[in-house]
C-alpha cells in the first residue's frame, strides 16, 4: 500500500482545511487508518485514526474540532480540520495498520513494526 497526502497550506486562526490520503497501491479496506502530525522538533503524534467498520478514536487535543472519514470504496481517508489553532501546524502524515484497532495505532509512534506503510506528508500552517 502506497499513500499519497494532499491538502496541506496555510490557515488563519479560526480557520478550515481538509486533508485527503489516497492509495496509489491498492484498497484501504481492512486496515485501520491514521493521521498523525508532527511539529519541528518534537514527535510525531497520532490526532485521529480509524478502523475499517468506521469507528473512530481522536486525541484530546483536536475532539469536537477534528474529524476524520474514510470512503465506502476503500480508497480514500480524510480528515476534516475546523476551529485551527497555531498548535495545529506540523506536517500530517498518513498512516495504514492493521490489525489493531484506531486508539492502538494512534498511540503507536513513528518506529512502530505495526505500522505498514506511511504517507510523505503535508504541510500545515495555521498562521495570522
Known amino acids: 500500500v502506497q499513500l499519497v497526502e494532499s491538502g496541506g497550506g496555510l490557515v488563519q486562526p479560526g480557520g478550515s482545511l481538509r486533508l485527503s490520503c489516497e492509495t496509489s497501491?491498492?484498497?484501504?479496506?481492512?486496515?485501520?487508518m491514521g493521521w498523525f502530525r508532527q511539529a519541528p522538533g518534537q514527535e510525531r503524534e497520532g490526532v485521529s485514526c480509524?478502523?475499517?467498520?468506521?469507528?473512530?478514536y481522536s486525541a484530546d487535543s483536536v475532539k469536537g474540532r477534528f474529524t476524520i472519514s474514510r470512503d465506502t470504496a476503500g480508497n480514500a481517508v480524510y480528515l476534516q480540520m475546523h476551529n485551527m489553532i497555531p498548535e495545529d501546524t506540523g506536517v500530517y502524515y498518513c498512516?495504514?495498520?492493521?490489525?489493531?484497532?484506531?486508539?492502538?495505532?494512534?498511540?503507536?509512534?513513528?518506529?512502530?513494526?505495526?505500522?505498514?506503510?506511511w504517507g510523505r506528508g503535508t504541510q500545515v500552517t495555521v498562521s495570522s
Open positions: 498512516a495504514a495498520e492493521r490489525p489493531f484497532g484506531a486508539q492502538a495505532l494512534c498511540e503507536m509512534s513513528s518506529a512502530s513494526p505495526f505500522v505498514k506503510a
Open positions: 497501491g491498492g484498497a484501504l479496506d481492512g486496515y485501520t
Open positions: 480509524i478502523e475499517s467498520d468506521g469507528k473512530t
